[in-house]
């Protein structure tokens, strides 16, 4: 059998096929590279999305099994400070999820594992899984998971630092991984490593925020309950001061009641409010004044067993729920017919006389949502102490006077005063919501608008330095007199007159703003000359000499003006209001009602403070300080009852100087504190032989010792060793000096009235919570202000004597005493004596002199 051979291929048949062939590997390529760089665009996409890092892990997965095979893969990020490493995500057949995404491993926990040996080489790897484990120098039986035919692993490096690594494995045969795709798994794993941590400083982006809105929450909730304190502690001295005013009124007995019970009110609720009074002979129990929400007539009835009778009984007060009432019931101390409708909360105090007690004042509440606090306990006995003091009074007085038609009037003028004081302090209050950008009682442009404008116009200049503007700095005149003198309703009125007659001095752009209190500025945007900032001044003054007409009077304002011209000098704004202020305090200084420009002199001027820093500490080496007393009397002979040492500075060249003209700088430059413990043993050595058995020495204590807990023995042993004793020590504190650190105040006063020392508050009656001060701290004397003595005796004193008189009736409720200062004529002698004032210092009793002037 023959066997014929197959014709050889022509020669361009084998090159056609060859073609075809190339052509076939070119297209597989480009497939190849097409789904490589689908892959990366899927990738860089899920990275800028909003997925969470689970949901961009599967993504990831997705997109490099479209490059290989890849059902068993994990991804594990190394993070080489914390030597941790976390499997972010892990996807087996065999294996299932050994690693959580949220655990974190120490590198001790994975040493004999795959992966940490993998970070550590630093390079590709591939191959079964056991060989890549033995060629990593792990043991048989290392390694972790499920042996795999076929693994593969590339490092994510950043920096020449791995920070992870990708990996898949493969358990069938057949089913193995190229060279390619080593090739293609480590291109991919840099962009895999950029979505990862693109993704994961998201999260930690959005962490940082969230909790930082919740540190801003916050705080924003601690300034408003500042805020809500704040506004409380100012209603509630208002209150205070009208039910005090109200127990030394002249209205009648209804009245009266009827306005404790408008003020109790404000302070808590009193919706069913009573005053009960027992008959002289003590049986009948009499209810001059009541209203009772749940419809009840209260009615004169014996003394039985009611709940006001308790109360009486206890001669205490009583804040007492429905239940204790019940067992109040059961115990026989009430009889529930006497006691009418069952109260949810009750709240009694009684009211105490000379005699023991007189009544009781009651307050209850129907509804389940209200319940009587302690604190709500402590305000009714205050206001029982006014009510039982002025009932006394009435009781000695109704056989002498009866009500009158002119009485009522007073009555009904008086009522209405205190309404449009009301009136003006929520009006006030609720102007606090302003804009943020705007003073809440003028409307005017604040402190924060004016800088940023003043730092427009610096900006402007340094761009342009022949754009040139200036800065009027303002401050009222005599302002404190206005608001201590007539109430703040009328300041708050002054200030607004004077800002609407600041503001129709300018024109658009510039513009006229509030610092605080009684400060204004004046931004002129385009001044270019001096002249014309001096001129608006002239025109501010001018237009300020008009009358103003508040409260039914005519009060004449004037201000002071401070001018600074923009320099090219000036950096800041703070530079720029500093020398404006400076020239304000230079025009004040000068006389009032004027104005300065700010020029080099007033700089110079202001070293001067460095200078007299330099002479106070010489003075204090050198013993050139010395103690005046002023002598503190009875009203009624005269007689001398204490003296208030005073400082003064036998300065080498200037002569003797007052404390007004040194301790401003004193305090500035923090010498006051050594000034004041000079003066301490200068008096107390000069005042040992004046004081005798009787009398008491005053000595002014500045804020600054508020500081030092050892304030109290420090001082004391200083007095012993000067020969006097703690009970002849009296120290004397402004009101502010408490308001800066209360806590630390009332340990150190309280040390000292522990000790023996007298406690007097100073100008009372000028600072901001007088009668919390009244309360809250250990006081033995208050000294009225002079700016309350000075009117008294002139034509219309009735403002200042109603003052004094408050101030004296609240004294004498708490058991305080009283000196009246800066009693320089007769008439004020004999008004203040009318009065009930014991004790008065001032120029009409003796100018302050050395102790052997006075011995």
């Not at 004042?361 to 604190?375: A, F, P």
């Not at 009682?441 to 200036?470: C, I, M, V, W």
């Not at 201000?559 to 703070?574: C, E, H, K, L, N």
Request: net charge negative; aromatic share 6%.
């Amino acid at each position: 059998m023959s066997h014929e051979r197959p014709d050889p291929l022509d020669p361009t048949e084998m090159t056609e096929a060859g073609a075809i062939q190339r052509l076939q590997a070119s297209v597989q390529r480009l497939e190849h590279s097409e789904r490589l760089q689908r892959a990366l665009f899927a990738i860089a996409d899920m990275a800028a999305s909003g997925l969470d890092m689970q949901s961009l892990m599967e993504g990831l997965h997705r997109s490099i099994a479209q490059l290989m095979y890849a059902e068993n893969f994990f991804i594990a990020q190394h993070d080489p400070e914390r030597g941790t490493i976390r499997f972010l995500y892990f996807s087996d057949v065999m294996d299932g999820q050994i690693y959580r995404p949220d655990q974190e491993y120490t590198v001790d926990q994975v040493r004999d594992t795959i992966t940490l040996r993998l970070i550590q080489a630093a390079r590709p790897m591939r191959g079964p899984s056991d060989e890549i484990a033995r060629a990593l120098g792990l043991e048989r039986g290392h390694g972790v998971g499920t042996p795999s035919v076929d693994f593969m692993a590339v490092p994510m490096c950043r920096d020449d630092q791995v920070l992870g690594i990708l990996a898949v494995q493969s358990y069938q045969e057949g089913q193995s991984y190229t060279q390619s795709d080593e090739h293609v798994l480590a291109f991919v794993a840099g962009h895999v490593l950029n979505a990862v941590e693109r993704k994961q400083g998201q999260e930690a982006l959005e962490r940082r925020v969230a909790e930082r809105t919740r540190e801003l929450a916050c705080a924003n909730t601690k300034l408003q309950e500042q805020v809500c304190e704040s506004e409380r502690a100012a209603h509630l001295q208002t209150t205070l001061y009208r039910i005090a005013a109200l127990s030394h009124g002249e209205d009648g007995n209804e009245a009266f009641y009827r306005g404790i019970h408008q003020a109790v009110g404000e302070l808590l609720d009193a919706e069913s409010f009573c005053i009960a009074l027992m008959s002289a002979d003590g049986q009948w129990l009499d209810f001059p004044y009541y209203v009772d929400s749940s419809g009840a007539e209260l009615l004169r009835r014996p003394m039985g067993r009611g709940m006001s009778e308790y109360a009486i009984r206890c001669a205490q007060t009583l804040l007492v729920d429905e239940g204790e009432v019940d067992a109040l019931i059961a115990q026989g101390e009430v009889d529930a017919v006497t006691y009418g409708t069952p109260a949810v909360s009750w709240l009694g105090a009684p009211l105490m006389g000379a005699r023991g007690v007189m009544g009781v004042v009651v307050v209850q509440s129907y509804r389940s949502d209200l319940h009587y606090t302690q604190q709500d306990a402590e305000l009714l006995t205050f206001v029982s102490y006014q009510i039982a003091n002025t009932l006394q009074r009435r009781q000695q007085a109704e056989a002498l006077q009866t009500l009158n038609a002119e009485l009522e009037e007073r009555v009904q003028e008086r009522t209405q005063e205190l309404r449009r004081q009301i009136v003006v302090r929520e009006r006030a209050q609720k102007q606090l919501k302003h804009q943020v950008m705007h003073d809440s009682l003028t409307g005017l442009p604040n402190r924060l608008y004016l800088r940023e404008r003043l730092e427009r116009a610096l900006a402007a200049q340094k761009l342009d330095p022949e754009h040139s503007f200036a800065l009027l700095y303002l401050d009222v005149d005599r302002f404190k007199l206005f608001n201590d003198g007539l109430g703040h309703g009328v300041g708050d009125e002054v200030l607004r007159i004077v800002s609407a007659r600041m503001a129709d001095c300018v024109r658009a752009p510039d513009i006229v703003g509030r610092l605080s209190g009684d400060e204004f500025a004046v931004l002129l945007e385009n001044c270019p000359q001096p002249f014309s900032a001096c001129l608006v001044a002239e025109r501010i003054q001018a237009r300020m000499a008009e009358a103003i007409e508040v409260g039914g009077r005519q009060l004449h304002v004037s201000v002071s003006i401070g001018i600074a011209m923009s320099r090219q000098v000036y950096q800041t704004v703070d530079q720029l209001l500093h020398d404006a202020d400076t020239a304000l305090y230079r025009a004040k200084a000068a006389g009032r009602r004027r104005f300065v420009m700010f020029d080099e002199t007033l700089h110079a001027s202001a070293m001067n403070v460095l200078d007299l820093e330099q002479q106070m500490r010489d003075a204090l080496e050198q013993a050139q300080f010395a103690a005046y007393f002023q002598p503190i009397v009875r009203l009624a002979d005269g007689s001398v009852t204490g003296y208030e040492a005073l400082i003064r500075w036998q300065h080498p060249t200037l002569g003797l100087l007052g404390p007004g003209q040194f301790l401003p700088a004193a305090e500035k430059t923090g010498l006051i504190e050594a000034i004041d413990w000079h003066m301490y043993g200068l008096a107390c050595r000069a005042a040992s032989g004046l004081l005798g058995r009787d009398k008491i020495l005053n000595i002014n204590i500045s804020p600054c010792h508020f500081h030092s807990r050892n304030f109290p023995k420090r001082l004391l042993d200083l007095a012993s060793r000067a020969g006097v004793a703690a009970d002849q020590l009296c120290v004397e504190v402004i009101e502010s000096s408490l308001l800066a650190d209360p806590d630390a105040a009332t340990e150190i006063l309280g040390s000292l009235h522990e000790a023996g020392v007298r406690i007097a508050l100073d100008d009372f009656g000028t600072g901001y919570s007088s009668l919390s001060h009244v309360h809250r701290f250990p006081l033995r004397t208050l000294k009225i202000d002079r700016s309350f003595i000075a009117p008294l005796g002139l034509d219309s004193p009735k403002r200042s004597t109603a003052i004094v008189a408050a101030v004296l009736g609240l004294a004498q409720s708490l058991n305080l005493g009283v000196v009246a200062e800066g009693v320089e004529t007769a008439a004020q002698q004999d008004a203040l004596l009318s009065m009930g004032c014991v004790h008065a210092q001032g120029f009409l009793f003796g100018r302050p002199a050395p102790a052997t002037a006075l011995s």
